[in-house]
């Protein structure tokens, strides 16, 4: 603490000499002792000042937009400088309005700069700090002593593939997961694995909303997309809408009869769904709520409540977005090829996710371990994202992973002073596929190929279809912008006209004037070339319709047609080269009361791994073909096995029983299926403390 008054007295002069509007002595002059005091005193007050009414204008602020309170953060810092120089003790000091705002964001930059050096420097003192944070914890905490059991915490890096993660290691972009999995350091001897790797194959539908679902509550069913439509509602359902993740984490309770994966003493963070958690922060099915008990996006606050995590972040935010568009100006004077739009809001979305929400997420994380919560799930976004329009082998995705894996050592050096043992699972809800998109190879949309299909006009400029990454709704959420502004239209404009929605590769075709799946016969007997067309075309890799004689019917290239039923590994049919599982994945889906009336999957090249995205993506996720249905499971070898060797873990489901037993091998408190914690509701009860997490020294050279 003296060292950081020390370096943000220095400041203050350094300041005071550079910018004319501010000043540290009377008109007459001072002496330079006089200055000097004048300085101590003004950074004295001013951090007495911050740390005791800052946190109070931030509750005060809680129903100010997350992203707009950011945008206070200078002028709140500012007007608490011209405060500190009033009332003190010297009697001298003052300065413009404007240049209070930037003395205050430099002052509050240089303490968080200082802070974190010195406890990166100085590992006895960083030790000490998460000692007292910790003990502090303790004391408030409510209710009898935890259980003596280790905690765990899973860490979702969405979009990580399996892949992504094995080359990352291999070429050191991530050294702590590396180490972890006995690869030594360059330079150092060997070292003792402490993880163990394990792929595990997604459903058909390879998105988050289909294995967070899962994996958090248990099922997936009936969640055949990204977003479908459903006739009997006459809606488009998506999955990372507010409105859309609480139905569907409804339904999911509502199945399986039980709360969720978290519903005894945990805690979600950053998540589509709540997975039973009493904690939430910033979990979208949420937050669509108004009023006192919405607590959504209570770790916004409860980060920001703290002016120099306020500052540091803003700060990195800023150089993100700067990053982002100089990355993407050298992507198109290279004519980088495949390449897609990166402009408008898009760095300012990007920034978001990789800096903001991270940061939120991460302290959000080290306030539950200090808290002794047993079980904490967290989703990073940051990969996915810029996975989606840089592509998911690029130098900025891997620049991204490196900073993932700061991340995650900053988080098992704190569990290290945490109340209890905990141990760390690294998972992911799908990888990416690169490749183009099907606009930019052909020159058209699914949508206008399927209107050709029918016979129905074909626009003559290309719409394109807009990606619906996970973030962009984060956004929305945090900006509290009603979910029904700016997005697409819901209900289809001409009632006889297909509704065409694209997920990552794969696409749904419904037809909102018949109320039921429609059928092959049915299909053909209204638009008797459609399925022709899209299952002949070159970009196309196979169709899925319901058959009146066959059930489901798969239709590829060159006329093929192969009853469901039979196909499987050893006869995949259309399904040649989409991998081992395809077969039971596609008739899995098959089965949900919203399939769609046709399913298409882009073409996979297996060789290369590239698929077609339907949206603006090259990185893309949503079908069958390539890693995007190859993610992964990193779990401490205490812990049992995930599967038996050479046994397969299929499905997000599954990956749902086995994080449950690693609960109950933990010794946590946990409740049988089926049942739910006394005083609970349907396992979604918003109710997050709002005390500050702490502050840490996470990434400064982001800024």
Same mark, same amino acid.
């Given at each position: 603490?003296?060292? @950081?008054?020390?370096?943000?007295?220095?400041?203050?002069?350094?300041?005071?000499?550079?910018?004319?509007?501010?000043?540290?002595? &009377?008109?007459? +002059?001072?002496?330079?002792?006089?200055?000097? @005091?004048?300085?101590?005193?003004?950074?004295?007050?001013?951090?007495?000042?911050?740390?005791?009414?800052?946190?109070?204008?931030?509750?005060?602020?809680?129903?100010?937009?997350?992203?707009?309170?950011?945008?206070?953060?200078?002028?709140l810092?500012?007007?608490?400088?011209?405060?500190?120089?009033?009332?003190?003790?010297?009697?001298q000091?003052?300065?413009?309005?404007?240049?209070?705002?930037?003395?205050?964001?430099?002052?509050?930059?240089?303490?968080?700069?200082?802070?974190g050096?010195?406890?990166?420097?100085?590992?006895?003192?960083?030790?000490?700090?998460?000692?007292?944070?910790?003990?502090?914890?303790?004391?408030?905490?409510?209710?009898?002593?935890?259980?003596?059991?280790?905690?765990?915490?899973?860490?979702?890096?969405?979009?990580?593939?399996?892949?992504?993660?094995?080359?990352?290691?291999?070429? +050191?972009?991530?050294?702590?997961?590396?180490?972890?999995? +006995?690869?030594?350091?360059?330079?150092?001897?060997?070292?003792?694995?402490?993880h163990?790797?394990?792929?595990?194959?997604? $459903?058909?539908?390879?998105?988050?909303?289909?294995? =967070?679902?899962?994996?958090?509550?248990?099922?997936?069913?009936?969640?055949?997309?990204?977003?479908?439509?459903?006739?009997?509602?006459?809606?488009v359902?998506?999955?990372?809408?507010?409105?859309?993740?609480?139905?569907?984490?409804?339904?999911?309770?509502?199945?399986?009869?039980?709360?969720?994966?978290?519903?005894?003493?945990?805690?979600?963070?950053?998540?589509?769904?709540?997975?039973?958690?009493?904690?939430?922060?910033?979990?979208?099915?949420?937050?669509?709520?108004?009023?006192?008990?919405?607590?959504?996006?209570?770790?916004?606050?409860?980060?920001?409540?703290?002016?120099a995590?306020?500052?540091?972040?803003?700060?990195?935010?800023?150089?993100?977005?700067?990053?982002?568009?100089?990355?993407?100006?050298?992507?198109?004077?290279?004519?980088?090829?495949?390449?897609?739009?990166?402009?408008?809001?898009?760095?300012?979305?990007?920034?978001?996710?990789?800096?903001?929400e991270?940061?939120?997420?991460?302290?959000?994380?080290?306030?539950?371990?200090?808290?002794?919560?047993?079980?904490?799930?967290?989703?990073?976004?940051?990969? $996915?994202?810029?996975?989606?329009?840089?592509?998911?082998?690029?130098?900025?995705?891997?620049?991204?992973?490196?900073?993932?894996?700061?991340?995650?050592?900053?988080?098992?050096?704190?569990?290290?002073?945490?109340?209890?043992?905990?141990?760390?699972?690294?998972? &992911?809800?799908?990888?990416?596929?690169?490749?183009?998109?099907?606009?930019?190879?052909?020159?058209?949309?699914?949508?206008?190929?399927?209107?050709?299909?029918?016979g129905l006009p074909?626009?003559?400029?290309?719409?394109?279809?807009?990606?619906?990454?996970?973030?962009? &709704?984060?956004?929305?959420?945090?900006?509290?912008?009603?979910?029904g502004?700016?997005v697409?239209?819901?209900?289809?404009?001409?009632?006889?006209?297909? @509704?065409?929605?694209?997920?990552?590769?794969?696409?749904?075709?419904?037809?909102? $004037?018949v109320?039921?799946?429609?059928?092959?016969?049915?299909?053909?007997?209204?638009?008797?070339?459609?399925?022709?067309?899209l299952?002949?075309?070159?970009?196309?890799?196979?169709?899925?319709?319901?058959?009146?004689?066959?059930?489901?019917?798969?239709?590829?290239?060159?006329?093929?047609?192969?009853?469901l039923?039979?196909?499987?590994?050893?006869?995949?049919?259309?399904?040649?080269?989409?991998?081992?599982?395809?077969?039971?994945?596609?008739?899995?889906?098959?089965?949900?009361?919203?399939?769609?009336?046709?399913?298409?999957?882009?073409?996979?090249?297996?060789?290369?791994?590239?698929?077609?995205?339907?949206?603006?993506?090259?990185?893309?996720?949503?079908?069958?073909?390539?890693?995007?249905?190859?993610?992964?499971?990193?779990?401490?070898?205490?812990?049992?096995?995930?599967?038996?060797?050479?046994?397969?873990?299929?499905?997000?489901?599954?990956?749902?029983?086995?994080?449950?037993?690693?609960?109950?091998?933990?010794? +946590?408190? =946990?409740?049988? @299926?089926?049942?739910?914690?006394?005083?609970?509701?349907?396992?979604?009860?918003?109710?997050?403390?709002?005390?500050?997490?702490?502050?840490?020294?996470?990434?400064?050279?982001?800024?």
């Open positions: 603490m003296l060292a @950081v008054w020390a370096v943000s007295t220095l400041t203050m002069l350094v300041l005071a000499g550079l910018l004319p509007d501010f000043r540290l002595q &009377s008109s007459t +002059g001072e002496s330079a002792t006089q200055i000097a @005091v004048t300085a101590a005193l003004g950074a004295g007050v001013f951090g007495l000042l911050s740390s005791l009414v800052w946190p109070l204008l931030v509750r005060a602020l809680l129903l100010v937009p997350a992203l707009v309170l950011g945008l206070l953060v200078f002028f810092n500012g007007s608490l400088l011209l405060l500190a120089l009033r009332i003190n003790p010297s009697g000091g003052e300065a413009a309005p404007e240049t209070a705002v930037v003395v205050a964001a430099v002052m509050s930059a240089v303490a968080s700069a200082t802070g050096a010195l406890a990166v420097r100085d590992d006895d003192a960083y030790r000490r700090r998460l000692y007292r944070l910790a003990d502090r914890r303790r004391r408030h905490a409510d209710g009898p002593p935890g259980p003596v059991g280790p905690g765990t915490v899973f860490l979702q890096l969405d979009g990580v593939g399996h892949d992504v993660l094995e080359a990352a290691t291999a070429k +050191g972009l991530m050294p702590t997961v590396a180490a972890w999995l +006995g690869a030594p350091a360059p330079g150092t001897g060997p070292v003792r694995a402490t163990r790797l394990t792929p595990w194959r997604t $459903d058909w539908s390879s998105q988050t909303g289909a294995s =967070q679902l899962g994996i958090l509550h248990g099922s997936n069913h009936d969640v055949p997309a990204f977003r479908w439509y459903e006739k009997e509602s006459r809606e359902m998506v999955c990372n809408r507010p409105s859309g993740a609480a139905e569907l984490q409804r339904r999911a309770i509502e199945r399986t009869g039980d709360g969720g994966l978290l519903t005894v003493d945990g805690a979600s963070r950053g998540n589509l769904f709540s997975g039973g958690a009493d904690q939430l922060a910033l979990v979208l099915s949420i937050a669509a709520r108004r009023g006192k008990r919405n607590r959504s996006r209570a770790g916004y606050f409860a980060y920001f409540s703290d002016p995590n306020a500052v540091r972040t803003a700060l990195s935010f800023a150089a993100d977005v700067l990053r982002e568009i100089a990355q993407s100006t050298r992507a198109r004077l290279r004519e980088q090829r495949p390449r897609v739009k990166r402009g408008g809001l898009y760095p300012f979305i990007r920034a978001f996710a990789t800096v903001v991270r940061d939120v997420v991460v302290a959000a994380v080290i306030g539950d371990m200090f808290a002794g919560r047993a079980a904490i799930y967290a989703d990073l976004v940051a990969y $996915d994202e810029v996975a989606h329009h840089s592509g998911p082998h690029s130098q900025d995705a891997d620049k991204i992973l490196e900073r993932l894996d700061r991340s995650i050592a900053l988080i098992a050096q704190v569990a290290e002073h945490a109340p209890r043992d905990y141990r760390i699972v690294l998972l &992911s809800d799908h990888g990416q596929s690169p490749g183009e998109t099907f606009l930019g190879r052909y020159g058209l949309t699914l949508g206008n190929l399927v209107r050709a299909g029918c074909v626009p003559r400029g290309a719409e394109r279809t807009h990606s619906g990454a996970e973030a962009r &709704s984060a956004v929305r959420a945090a900006l509290r912008i009603p979910e502004e700016g697409e239209r819901h209900r289809p404009d001409r009632g006889s006209e297909p @509704v065409v929605l694209a997920s990552g590769n794969l696409g749904l075709v419904s037809f909102p $004037d109320p039921h799946r429609m059928s092959r016969e049915e299909i053909d007997a209204r638009h008797p070339a459609l399925l022709s067309t299952a002949n075309h070159p970009g196309i890799g196979f169709v899925l319709v319901r058959s009146e004689a066959h059930g489901g019917l798969v239709l590829g290239a060159h006329g093929a047609e192969v009853p039923d039979e196909l499987s590994d050893d006869h995949p049919g259309p399904l040649a080269g989409f991998g081992p599982g395809a077969a039971d994945a596609v008739r899995r889906t098959h089965g949900f009361p919203h399939t769609a009336d046709i399913m298409v999957n882009s073409w996979y090249d297996p060789e290369e791994g590239e698929v077609l995205a339907f949206e603006e993506q090259i990185g893309s996720h949503g079908g069958l073909g390539g890693c995007q249905s190859r993610p992964f499971l990193l779990s401490p070898l205490a812990l049992s096995a995930p599967v038996e060797e050479k046994e397969d873990l299929v499905g997000a489901e599954h990956v749902h029983r086995v994080l449950r037993r690693w609960l109950r091998e933990a010794d +946590g408190p =946990q409740i049988p @299926v089926g049942a739910q914690a006394p005083g609970k509701g349907a396992g979604n009860r918003a109710t997050d403390p709002d005390e500050p997490a702490p502050a840490h020294p996470q990434d400064p050279a982001d800024a």
